[in-house]
């Protein structure tokens, strides 16, 4: 290990928790993914009335409580977890940080979201070369758009709005019928017609599991491209959908069963996007916000965002 610093990120999501462990080279700083793994804690089933609830909290204990095992096995150097939308937009936020310091000794960064988007944009830099555009990150209580350019971030839109919150408030089964489909969009809508970006540009990336899932059943089903595919497959995947093709259950099935029930939401989100911003193509970035707070925050030694003005 001497020439090697090993460094876990926890990636607190609203449905799902994952431990991601990496090896950086002490001069290089070259990463490499030794852990990647994902715990289903479904905290968003545990939020009433804006709050976590004891059963949530001690949910989200019992899988901290697990990881930290792990990385204590792993004997790491630093352990960074971080949360998003998943405690942010809670009431009781305070509370359960608490909690967690208080029974495992364990800090939570709770990420605001010019910070999400900050670090998202690092992630994207350090594996796509692209000079400005637009990101987006749909997780599932949240997704996040912003508009970059060589300088790094300018605008920010955060909807409340992800693919596992327009699940449960919209779908009665597994998969969306079509009128469930409508009021999803309808939703989505909504959100996005709420604020007006001053640039217009047509470059897209997209980061996270929902868009890399994606890819992957594009690529599964004809062939495409998972790293980059356009609206068209888009409207051929919706199409599918609609028409209940048994390929597009046994497609997610396949690639990512834990998906069944929030990647038709996910798909719905970017197409409305991306037609409404008359955006044609999608470059996949496999980095993202865990990368990029493991690059700025963690071996950059950086606790403040700046942003160029």
Known sequence: ???????????????????????????TEKL???????????????????????????????TLESIKNIVEELKVDTFSPFATASLRNLDNTEEVL???????DID?????????????????RSEVEIESGFSIDIGGASTEIVYFDEEGPKEFLNLNIG????????????LPKKKEMRAIKKTILREINSFKFSTKTDKLV?????????????????????????????????????????DIIR??????????HTTVPGIIILRTFMKKFKINEIQVSGNGLREGYLIYKVLGGNNEIVLSK
């Open 1 to 27: 290990m001497g020439l090697f610093l090993r460094h876990a990120i926890v990636d607190i999501g609203s449905n799902t928790i994952r431990l991601i462990v990496f090896d950086a080279h002490k001069e």
């Open 32 to 62: 490499k993914k030794v852990l990647n793994k994902k715990y289903t804690a479904g905290l968003i089933t545990y939020v009433h009335d804006g709050e976590l609830s004891g059963k949530g909290i001690k949910k989200l204990i019992k």
């Open 98 to 104: 608490a909690r967690v310091k208080e029974e495992l």
């Open 108 to 124: 939570i960064d709770v990420l605001d979201q010019v910070e999400e988007a900050f670090l998202g944009n690092v992630g994207i």
């Open 163 to 174: 693919s596992l919150l327009l699940y449960t408030a919209n779908v009665s089964r597994i």
């Open 206 to 246: 997209g980061i996270g599991g929902s868009i890399r899932t994606t890819g992957k059943i594009i690529e599964d089903l004809w062939g495409g491209d998972e790293k980059s595919f356009s609206l068209d497959d888009l409207d051929k995947l919706m199409e599918l959908i609609e028409d209940k093709d048994t």
């Open 251 to 260: 497609s997610i099935l396949s690639i990512n069963p834990a998906r069944i």
